[in-house]
């Protein structure tokens, strides 16, 4: 079945990907000056306690810091594969456990942002090129210009003023104090879909003027097409046609974009989360950058990546079965 | 002309705006089809023929306007529409189209949706025009691809277009248009595209589906050759007006108009091989639509062309026989000079 | 055409000038053409404005801006921007002035407040001396755009440290600016090396750098130039840092530019006038520089105008985070910085004047790009 086996070429691929991630993000979490034991020796100091040249040299065996970095890379990937991603001693603890409490509203958050952007790009981008050159299609491309230029972190700045000065609300964070550390229930559900969208809004908006002109376009183009007027006389109604053939086609773009707009909002995150201090991955992995916490830098480097990949990967997938050309393999 | 028509377009006038103006790209157009007949539309491309057929169904694009005239259709109850009048995006239009005119489009490659299978943008207008349920219709559509020639239509009917020759496209497209049995067919130069050989299958299995079916057909082409084998009336057309027009016979044997004459001169003969005769290019080229002349617009290239007269207004109707109409001062100035005066306004 | 055209006789006018600028277009070069089309587009006119005006603001920032952008006015700290004035107390009519101020404590908080002393009142004058500098890096001056004698004017207000943000931001405009412009060029560089290697020599080369490419535009950029960045040492001086800086930027735009050229020097290469100018023994150096190169530099110079807020961008979140640019360095991120939590913005909302620079200068770019990407092909209507 050949949509299987593409399916397995495209996975397998993916797989040597990642592998070429993980040697990237290596690379870089070794280039600064010293190492781990290094680090954990000025931490000690810095607390006011006293370390022996000796026992650093303890560390850096334990460690297996003393062997050649492409054993210690070895020793990394091969640890990861069993879920052990090392040891973080910013937070003294295992990576593991910092990443794996932060990281599912990581992906909540990221999944709700491409949510947004989908149900609101979508819908604008089909009135807009249907009415274009209206108030309303003017409006939106001015909106899209300004969304488009809008650094993230500058928007939730300017949220997060405007929040404070003219409503006397904070928007920083995803729960509110009472619930803060509170076990799940329906009030923390609650509280955490009054906060996320902030995050959603700001990481969304340049994703959404982007897809909005990408809709616009496409269908314009789209609607110029000869199989448009060919449908139209077939007797179809007008709204109907519109909805079957043109704008069908024109998301498949859209879909092609998936994997991209992840990347994005993936990219933008980690400001974000440290802007508005979310309990999600961004502050921890910016500090970690900061402080050279390079085991958990580095692990969620490759994390990020991973889901990256995902993100494209289901896009390839939607796009065969979205596309007969590209699942059947058509040249036209 | 008798009352006998099916669809009958009466001073048709349609300008294309551009910028702030607005250019006339079809201008005074009249003619009539006959239930059962085939009327060919010919002339170069930009002649304005394709807007007149779009027309008919209200296809025309932005910035395309009708500014006047009639286009008058007797309808399945028997009444008498001007579809000019209807909404473009209305119902009573939409009701008209594929149930009663059909159409068939230039680019077989382009006028299917690639993203869905043959079978669903066929079945899809049966189910807006006839009342079948969904194994009927599917039998229906399966039937039609078959009698239009396509080999397995059981497969056909589930592949995409892309699997598809052209000359099995266009052949799908005939059988989308014809699959309600529409009164009249447009037909909009269905074999440009195509190579010759399956330019002959196309235009040999519409010839018979419509004597089958005794289907009238607006045929539009700017190729006299498949005018010659296709057509019962014709009107050839240059810069947006009719210039000839009358029954295919006439019109071959004894073009009046010089563009008529020029454009048969233009075309190869098989008697011609061997023989030293060249083709005749008509001289010059079609003007652009902005130097569009105040007189006869064929004015400037033509043999025939008389000073003061046919750069004044566009010339009367000449009647040579019940049938064939001519638009030239020359003919015109022949006519009455060596005959009675008969010329009609 | 002309020899057969009929002379119109009761032309109408607006199809003759029709005719006239089409007469004209038929006569233009493409490079005429792509002016026309460009002059067209009223955006792109008015972003190409912009974009001058911020030219000018980086070449001349010491004349612009008032003082130091490390200068500090203690009596002023965290003041907001200085109000112009042209009526006094008394509703008196005067040239622009501003007022003095007097540092107060607030009498709960105990926090600084700047109050306004309504009795003096200091004129605004323009082509002051002030802080001496060197115009264009080498002859001294000391003449600025404006200024005041006595109280100092604050137009975007001060910093905690009571730094001038007016002259902070022109200062940074200077840097923002020129790691935008020295990272496209960078990225072009790269862009057109790698891509021209792989479109050239093709096969395996060209194999290896196009995965290469995908690669890197599928892996998730901003996190791994963090890291990158983050592993730079502290001890680097500001300069070292800007350059390197800059350079991995450029390292984040130059896929687009290399796929581009890959592609358009592989369609060339079959057409007639390369292989014409191939068989009339052109040296492939010759061959790259003068015929190819030239037929689509248009698409080149769209795809940098495009890159270029891209990188600005990434610049300025990097310093934001502190990753990036450092002071005494000042770039608009490292003035963001400043504006990082909640009670600064409260308390200082001037701070975040210097993001309006970037939202007008991207927004400039984006209507600059979208001028020249019509303008690019002109022969498409």
């Known amino acids: 079945m050949p949509l299987l086996q593409k399916i397995l070429v495209r996975l397998g691929s993916s797989v040597l990907m990642l ?17 781990f034991a290094d680090s954990y020796a000025a931490n000690k100091i810095s607390s006011g306690e006293t370390v022996t040249l000796a026992e650093i040299e303890a560390i850096r065996r334990q460690f297996g810091l003393d062997k050649p ?83 993230n972190f500058l928007l939730a700045l300017l949220l997060m003023f405007g929040a404070t000065t003219w409503f006397g609300v904070s928007v920083g964070g995803l729960f509110s104090l009472e619930y803060q550390d509170a076990a799940w229930s329906m009030g923390r559900v609650w509280d955490l879909l009054s906060h996320i969208w902030v995050p959603i809004i700001v990481l969304g908006t340049a994703g959404t003027a982007f897809q909005l002109r990408i ?57 974000i989360g440290l802007v508005l201090s979310l309990p999600d991955t961004g502050p921890m992995f910016i500090n970690a950058l900061r402080s050279q916490d390079m085991f958990l830098a580095g692990a969620m480097m490759l994390i990020y990546c991973i889901l990256v990949m995902i993100g494209s990967f289901i896009s390839d997938i939607l796009l065969m079965i979205v596309d007969p050309r590209v699942r059947m393999g058509a040249s036209t | 002309m008798s009352d006998d028509y099916l669809l009958k377009v009466e001073d048709l006038t349609i300008s294309l705006d551009v910028d702030k103006a607005s250019i006339p790209i079809v201008e005074g157009v009249n003619f009539a089809i006959k239930p059962g007949r085939v009327f060919a539309l010919v002339g170069e491309s930009g002649s304005g023929k394709t807007i007149v057929s779009l027309s008919i169904l209200r296809l025309l694009g932005k910035g395309v306007r009708i500014t006047g005239g009639k286009i008058l259709f007797k309808d399945n109850n028997g009444k008498t529409v001007d579809i000019l009048k209807l909404n473009p995006k209305g119902k009573d239009i939409q009701a008209i189209r594929a149930a009663q005119i059909g159409m068939i489009f230039q680019e077989p490659m382009s006028s299917f949706s690639p993203v869905h299978t043959i079978g669903n943008q066929i079945e899809e207008v049966v189910n807006l025009h006839l009342d079948l349920d969904k194994k009927q219709a599917r039998q229906k559509c399966i039937e039609m691809l078959g009698k239009v020639g396509i080999v397995n239509p059981e497969r056909a009917f589930d592949q995409y277009p892309f699997e598809f020759s052209g000359g099995m496209r266009q052949r799908a497209m005939i059988a989308r248009a014809m699959i309600c049995n529409p009164k009249l067919l447009i037909a909009d130069e269905p074999t440009t595209a195509l190579d010759v050989t399956i330019q002959a299958q196309i235009l040999k299995l519409m010839k018979n589906l419509q004597n089958e079916l005794n289907m009238a057909n607006l045929f539009i082409s700017h190729n006299i050759g498949v005018i010659a084998q296709i057509a019962d009336d014709v009107a050839i057309m240059y810069m947006g ?45 079609v003007p652009n639509l902005f130097e569009r002349p105040n007189g006869c617009p064929f004015a400037a290239r033509c043999s025939q062309f008389i000073e003061n007269i046919c750069d004044r207004g566009f010339p009367e109707k000449t009647k040579l026989s019940p049938d064939h109409s001519v638009f030239c001062y020359a003919v015109a100035q022949d006519v009455n000079g060596s005959q009675m005066q008969e010329v009609v306004a | 055409m002309s020899q057969t055209s009929p002379t119109p006789n009761q032309p109408n006018m607006v199809a003759a000038n029709k005719v006239k600028s089409i007469r004209r277009l038929d006569l233009a070069t493409s490079r005429q053409l792509m002016w026309y089309k460009f002059k067209r587009h009223k955006l792109a006119m008015i972003g190409t404005g912009i974009i001058f005006v911020f030219l000018l603001l980086s070449i001349f920032p010491e004349f612009i801006s008032t003082t130091k952008p490390q200068l500090r006015d203690p009596a002023y700290s965290s003041g907001p921007p200085t109000g112009i004035h042209i009526f006094d107390e008394e509703w008196q009519i005067h040239w622009p002035f501003i007022y003095g101020h007097k540092m107060k404590r607030h009498p709960v908080t105990l926090r600084k407040l700047v109050v306004l002393d309504t009795d003096t009142r200091v004129p605004i004058e323009f082509f002051v001396r002030g802080e001496a500098y060197k115009f264009l890096g080498f002859i001294p001056a000391d003449l600025h755009l404006f200024g005041t004698l006595g109280t100092q004017i604050h137009l975007f207000g001060t910093d905690k440290l009571g730094r001038d943000i007016f002259s902070r931001t022109i200062y940074a405009t200077r840097v923002s600016m020129s790691i935008g412009i020295i990272g496209v060029m960078a990225a072009f560089f790269i862009g057109l090396a790698i891509g021209g290697l792989a479109g050239l020599k093709g096969g395996w080369v060209d194999n290896v750098i196009m995965r290469l490419i995908e690669f890197i535009r599928s ?79 248009s698409y080149l110079i769209v795809d940098l105008t495009v890159a270029f807020p891209y990188i600005l961008l990434a610049e300025t979140s990097l310093s934001f985070l502190g990753l990036g640019m450092r002071e005494p360095m000042v770039s608009w991120g490292v003035l963001l910085f400043s504006a990082q939590n909640v009670t600064a913005l409260a308390h200082t909302p001037w701070l975040l004047i210097p993001g309006g620079f970037i939202l007008v200068i991207v927004i400039a770019f984006n209507f600059f790009g979208d001028g020249m990407r019509d303008a690019a092909d002109p022969y498409t209507k």
């Open chain 2, 241 to 285: 007006k009719i210039v000839e027009q009358g029954p295919v016979r006439d019109i071959l044997r004894k073009p009046q108009h010089p563009y008529t004459k020029g454009l048969l001169r233009a075309i190869p003969h098989l008697a011609d091989i061997g023989r030293s005769r060249r083709l005749e290019p008509i001289a010059g080229s």
């Open chain 3, 219 to 297: 892996i998730p950029s901003l996190p791994l130039w963090l890291g990158l960045a983050a592993s730079l040492p502290r001890e680097w001086s500001a300069t070292t840092v800007y350059v390197v800086v800059t350079l991995i930027l450029a390292a984040l735009g130059w896929t687009t530019l290399a796929r581009r050229v890959r592609s358009k020097l592989l369609t060339l290469q079959n057409e007639d006038f390369i292989q014409a100018a191939r068989l009339a023994g052109c040296s492939n150096y010759r061959l790259v520089t003068k015929h190819m190169l030239p037929s689509f530099m």
């Open chain 1, 215 to 271: 809709m616009r376009a496409t269908l314009l183009e789209e609607l110029n097409k000869m199989y448009v007027t060919a449908a139209r006389a077939t007797g179809l109604s007008e709204f109907r046609m519109i909805l079957k053939y043109p704008v069908r086609l024109a998301l498949n773009p859209i879909v092609s974009t998936l994997g991209w707009e992840l990347t994005t909002v993936i990219s933008g995150a980690p400001i």
């Open chain 1, 69 to 151: 970095l492409y054993l210690q890379y070895f020793k990394w990937i091969g640890g990861m594969v069993y879920g052990d991603f090392g040891y973080s001693w910013g937070y003294s603890r295992p990576v593991t456990e910092v990443i794996g409490e932060r990281l599912p509203m990581t992906i909540l958050i990221a999944t709700g942002t491409l949510l947004f952007t989908y149900i609101t790009a979508i819908p604008l981008g089909i009135y807009s090129a249907l009415r274009q050159y209206s108030v309303a299609d003017y409006t939106f491309t001015i909106l899209g210009y300004i969304g488009l230029a809008t650094p």
């Open chain 1, 19 to 35: 592998v070429a991630v993980s040697i990237v993000a290596f690379i870089i979490i070794s280039l600064p000056p010293g190492d």
